[in-house]
């Protein structure tokens, strides 16, 4: 059964850090460029961050650049996000993603379950 499990998700306090991790199991990741989403309730869920699998090359939107750090460790078969200087807008459920082919692209083949991450004083 293929499957993708989130964690490490939790309540943070403005400023600080949480590490996201997405563990495959039934495939392995490295064949596949793998994504991370968020979604809060009512709007529609957009990607964050997203690594290819051919040459790690990875991609971050506006509004987490220079804060977010997707990685993966193809041993562990886990892809990881390191949230650095979280703010309170930055609260929401977080997905990880498999895409269908080796590079970031909107075609998504399968989801994770999701993990809260909540920014708050």
């Known amino acids: 059964q293929l499957q993708l499990v989130e964690s490490g998700g939790g309540l943070v306090q403005p400023g600080g850090s949480l590490r996201l991790s997405c563990a495959a199991s039934?495939?392995?990741?490295?064949?596949?460029?793998i994504g991370w989403f968020r979604q809060v309730p009512g709007k529609e869920r957009k990607r964050v961050s997203c690594?290819?699998?051919?040459?790690?090359?990875?991609t971050y939107a506006d509004s987490v650049k220079g804060r977010f750090t997707i990685s993966r460790d193809n041993a562990k078969n886990t892809v990881y996000l390191q949230m650095n200087s979280l703010k309170p807008e930055d609260t929401a459920v977080y997905y990880c993603?498999?895409?269908?082919?080796?590079?970031?692209?909107?075609?998504?083949?399968?989801w994770g379950q999701g993990t809260q991450v909540t920014v708050s004083s």
């Open positions: 993603a498999r895409n269908r082919a080796y590079y970031c692209s909107a075609s998504i083949a399968s």
């Open positions: 039934g495939f392995s990741l490295d064949s596949y460029a």
């Open positions: 690594i290819s699998s051919s040459d790690g090359r990875s």
